[in-house]
């Protein structure tokens, strides 16, 4: 029936004033939350709000914050494929870490010159996370395998298939590092300096994650792809009474999730460190989930989410230099989720409260007439 | 239209629920003591719906006393308001006649009621004793737990009712029978004196349900009350010393078992206060619309619930499915859907709805075929090992029995769920796009034609009473003049002027050449709408009957397995 | 040198982190230091000769291990030299522009000199020293140049070498093991040396290896419970002399080892000091690395004004690297292992780094 899960991951609609509403409240209390754990440690709750404000409206850190955005962005997007249909992608992270080895041993081999090399490089890590997902997918179509156990032991592979390739085979030494021959000039993607008051750019790759959110949206709500696959996530007998293929949903969709996982190494490896090392950021794939609640699975909602995780992540240090403790983002960041979906579900009960009675109430009318 | 007289009922039975009050005393036939169990005026009301309307019934201590009814009835509802799971919100209870109020199963537990779950709620690593005392286990000493007096408890148990249950043994290790004697000691262990037993024969074969009466005879004569819960008529009447009939929420008969023949308790549960569906001129026509031969579906451990079922539909026939519900009916639906493995073949005609030139999957193939007709079935598709989703395509239409399991998506608004089923059908989609417009436009026409009362098309489908959904599913199965329609209990709780309008869809699609597998628990619906009946039992097809000429007795009984109808 | 700051250590804790690590390293919330005012708010006698920025790598000030000793360094250097210091770390799967981040918000709030620890700073120290010309950054365990930029090196595979021979001599079964953190460059030098100063004792001596994880998972360097059954595993197999150069991992090491009457021997710091007291008994000897003293020598050479760029390498002859000889456990054998110090220090024997 109508569980909290399915409210939880954004399958039931919430109606107009609500749906924004919700959300502020919620990061109001979360702020509430912050300040309390503030004021306990002897710090000024007001002062922190104002640091990170003023932090967070300077032009370096907006570019900070648009660029760390785009890639949790992209981590957000794909848990939210597999989310929309109960399918729990906890491999996400597994998945982009393998595409960024992979394609980044691919663009430094430099195959393909300058704009063709960043193409292969896209299209290698989306093939690559695919097919890592798809395994997933596979397991539980053939064998019943939950998708959360395969993805969590696919992650651990990961690590270690991941670790066996960049030390034997793609990676070279070079003092205590170990990394992949960088990606050659001519395959970056350029950083627009637009932002006036800082000479740092926006990773162009921003607009792929716009196109990803665009499709994301489109795709869900207006195909008859996306419709099967909502369908799927709330009630897989309806949608086999339809005539859903269940399974063959499962595998693309998987399919679907690890290829958007593909591209959440992109914007660090293109635009950034051209080069997969041992320090290549890891655990994206989690703060993708954490973002994906924060946005209910909607692709303007993650956007948001995205933005405002990686505004507070980027403020850790501004943070610390008033000596504060960085973990206090942390403490945000939880209380922010967890606020989010206690306003969600409470205004999702007003909500179901207030439309049955309207129908009733018709009802009732209809049958006195 | 509160009480209405069946027209066919000729036997003398208290069918009115105010002359029931005063007469439930004189209706037991050992001797009266106090009732263990009294229910007077319970209502229970959900949102749109009412569960249980004005309940009042007696149980004797020491009876067995079944709860007959449809699906939907109101009998798990008035169960669940017994074992303190969901309050009443009108209406007392008395227990050995002091009146008493649950707001827990704890406190039914601690009034002596038990329950016994259709689905046994045991695990299976832990051993029977573990299993009875879990939740309530003694203790020496405040700590360590009792096993030895536990123990001696159950074997005491077991042997005072002659359940014969091993406390050692591992669940895991237990037939169905077995553990259903262990829900049973489990609920005696906890000093229940009021055991409601619900379907408990629903998971048993035969020899099973015979050990099961043996150990409820058993629990009754040593002075335990039996509520037991079922729709399978002949063992309701083999076992119970009483009988209640629930219809639509209410109590409306209570009889002895003596004075009652199956089909009479049949036509107590089903009713008749609905209009004739009625429909006497013939449209059925020569040419076979779906082919149903040597249908067989088997369980997961491979008893056989659909066995070797086979029919022809024509155009323009209704072809009605009698049957007491749990015999097949759902699996042979399933199957022809395609939704669940079956040997057998399943073919339909070639000629598709009108539309068929549109994105047919199965282009090429009616090609094929079309260029040499031959025989009647010669020329059919076989369609057994299409998908779900082709099978829909070629114009076969489907009313599921559980309208929010495989009917709806509860949360979606109304117009997607018009696309449910029909994904790639016009005029929901144009190519690989959804169409928005034309989806809510035919939503629309659905809410305007079958009358679903609905603020809107936007609201989501569960803020809908069941009777509205039902409209929008018959509504948007019968778009787009499918060729077959696989219907069932396509009026279940519905109110009785969209019954009637259903009917009406139902009879205008049949003179246009719509073929239509009829499955209903309706006998009234079923005689009216059909042009020829067939009686399942146990999987199989047992009879074939002229609905010109049948009564609901006759039909009764042969649902039931008595065999008068032949 | 570890010792004398402990107490210090206690008390800068309230500085970064009150809320988190202030519980990792003692519980000690207590009041603020002279360190713990903002780097404005000096000291009322004369302006500080330096405002130092350091950014830590991931688990900061308190991870018992690599992060401590630079902190210890920059303590004595507060006390000794005078100067003002900011201590920002690193959060766990960050990217590089966050890491340039950092370094440049030192930079520009006019802290100088900056000093990265860990090789993880190596993109982002190359990128923002050219930012910031005329600040002086130095970089722990990386060799990234730049004209603005110290490169703080060690000789981790000569002091291993030494603890490798300690090992050899110390073991009655002919058995030893070497339990690395994680699988990556820096670690593979630390086993190298060990081999080689085992071989170089007992050239038929079984040595056996085992890293915790793989990059990118870096959690073996702080997992006591993956320590303590790959040590099991070792002394299982016969081995009764174990080296842990796997980080806060090491204690669990140390534990495996005291339950099944082994020998451990401790890195970075000297263990059989800083190590939970219950297990200092095992550790026979801990190889040094001293991180604190290059971040001193670094810190004492930008207020003298002597800074020079390009790599510092800290070997045994610089007395960057070493063995420990607290607890006397390895008295009886300590000619032995000065005479191969005196070896390598006049380049008789080469150890090899990978």
Known sequence: MNTFLNRLMGRVKLGGLLAVAAPILAIVFAMLITSVVLIAAGKPALDTFGWLIDNGSQPRSIVNIVNLGTTYYLAAVAVAIGFRMNLFNIGVDGQYRLAALISAAVGGAAVLPGVLNIVLVVVVAVAVGGLWAAIAGFLKVRRGVSEVISTIMLNAIATAFGSWLLIEHFGTVNGNAIATTPIPDNAHVPAAAIVPGTQLGINTFVIVAIVVGIAYAVVLSRTRFGFNLRATGRSEPAAVASGVSVKKMVLITMILSGGAAGLIGMPELLGSSFTYNTNFPAGLGFTGIAVALLGRNNAVGMAIGALLFSFLDTSSDILQLHDISPEIVKIMQGAIVLSVIIAYELAHRYRLVAEQRRVSRELLEGAAA | MDHPRAPWSTVDITVCHQALRKEEAAIGTATVTQPAVELEGITKRFPGVVANRDITMSVAKGHIHAIVGENGAGKSTLMKILYGMQRPDEGDIRIDGKPVSFHTPSDAIAAGIG???????????????????????????????????????????????????????????????????????????????????????????????????????????????????????????????????????????????????????????????????????????????????????????????????????????????????????????????????????????????????????????????????????????????????????????????????????????????????????????????????????????????????????????????????????????????????????????????????????????????????????????????????????????????????????????????????? | MLRTSVTKLAATAAT???????????????????????????????????????????????????????????????????????????????????????????????YNPVVAIGFAYSAAVGKVAKEFPDVKFAIVDDAVAGPNISNLLFAEEQGSFLVGAAAALKSAKGNVGFVGGVDVPLIHKFQAGFEAGAKAVKPDIKIQTKYLTQPPDFGGFNDPAKGKTAAQGMIDAGADVVYAAAGGSGGGVFEAAKAAGAKAIGVDSDQAKTADPGVQGVIMTSMLKKVDVAVYDFIKKFVDNAVVAGPTIYDLKAGGVDYATTGGQVDDIKSKLDEYKQKIISGEITVPSK
């Not at chain 2, 598709?381 to 779900?388: E, M, R, V």
């Not at chain 2, 959804?434 to 489908?461: H, S």
């Not at chain 2, 569960?462 to 599913?473: P, T």
């Open chain 2, 115 to 566: 329950m016994v779950h259709q689905h046994f709620m045991l695990a299976d690593n832990l051993t029977v004793l573990e299993n009875v005392i879990l939740g309530s286990e003694p203790t020496k000493g405040g700590v360590a737990i009792d096993f030895g007096s536990a123990r001696a408890k159950i074997k005491e148990i077991s042997d005072a009712y002659g359940l014969g249950v091993e406390p050692d043994t591992l669940v895991e290790d237990l037939g169905v029978g077995a553990r259903q004697r262990v829900e049973i000691l489990k609920v005696l262990y906890r000093g229940a004196r009021i055991l409601i037993l619900d379907e408990p024969t629903a998971v048993l074969v035969p020899q099973e349900v015979d050990e099961l009466f043996d150990n409820l005879r058993g629990l009754v004569r040593e002075g335990l009350t039996i509520l037991f819960i079922s729709h399978k008529l002949d063992e309701v009447l083999k076992v119970a010393d009483a009988i209640t009939v629930i219809r639509r929420g209410t109590t409306v008969a209570s009889v002895e078992p003596k004075s009652v023949t199956a089909r009479q308790l049949a036509e107590l549960m089903v009713g008749s206060e609905l209009p004739s569906p009625e429909t006497r001129e013939s449209t059925v026509t020569e040419v076979v619309a779906i082919a149903v031969s040597g249908l067989t579906v088997l369980s997961a451990d491979g008893r056989k619930l659909i066995d070797d079922v086979s029919f022809e539909i024509h155009k323009g026939e209704v072809l009605g499915i009698a049957g007491v519900e749990g015999n097949g009916q759902a699996e042979l639906v399933e199957a022809i859907m395609g939704m669940r493995p079956s040997t057998g073949t399943v073919r339909v005609g070639l000629e598709r709805r009108a539309e068929s030139e549109e994105e047919g999957t199965s282009a090429s193939e009616d090609r094929d075929h079309a260029g040499r007709p031959a025989s009647a079935t010669m020329s059919m598709h076989d369609i057994s090992a299409w998908p779900t989703l082709r099978r829909r395509e070629h114009g076969i239409g489907y009313i599921p029995e559980d309208r929010h399991r495989h009917g709806l998506l509860l949360e979606a608004p109304l117009w997607e769920n018009r696309i449910l089923g029909h994904q790639t059908q016009k005029p929901n989609v144009k190519g690989i796009w959804i169409d928005r417009k034309g989806a809510r436009a035919d939503t629309q026409r659905i809410v305007f034609t079958y009358d679903v009362r609905t603020p809107g098309i936007e609201v989501a489908a569960d803020a809908l009473s069941g009777g509205n959904q039902q409209k929008l599913i018959v509504g948007r199965e019968m778009s787009g003049d499918p060729a077959v329609l696989i219907a069932s209990h396509p009026t279940r709780g519905v109110d009785v002027g969209a019954q009637a309008a259903i009917w009406d869809h139902l009879r205008d699609a049949r003179a246009k050449g719509l073929a239509v597998l009829l499955i209903s628990a309706d006998l009234d619906e079923l005689i009216g709408l059909s042009d020829s009946l067939k009686v399942i039992l146990r999987g199989r097809i047992v009879a074939d009957v002229d609905p010109a000429n049948v009564t609901p007795e006759q039909l009764g009984s042969a649902m039931t397995g008595a065999g008068e109808a032949q």
């Open chain 3, 16 to 110: 970064g982190a009150v809320l988190m690590a202030a519980a990792a390293c003692g519980g000690s919330s207590s009041t603020s230091s002279e360190a713990s005012t903002s780097a404005a708010a000096t000291t009322a006698a004369a302006a500080p000769k330096a405002k130092v920025g350091l950014a830590y790598d991931i688990g900061g000030r308190g991870d018992q291990s690599f992060n401590d000793a630079a902190a210890a360094g920059l303590d004595k250097a507060k006390t000794d030299l005078g100067v003002d210091a900011k201590e920002l770390e690193a959060t766990a799967g960050e990217t590089d522009a966050q890491k340039e981040e950092r370094l440049r918000l030192l930079a520009q709030g006019g």
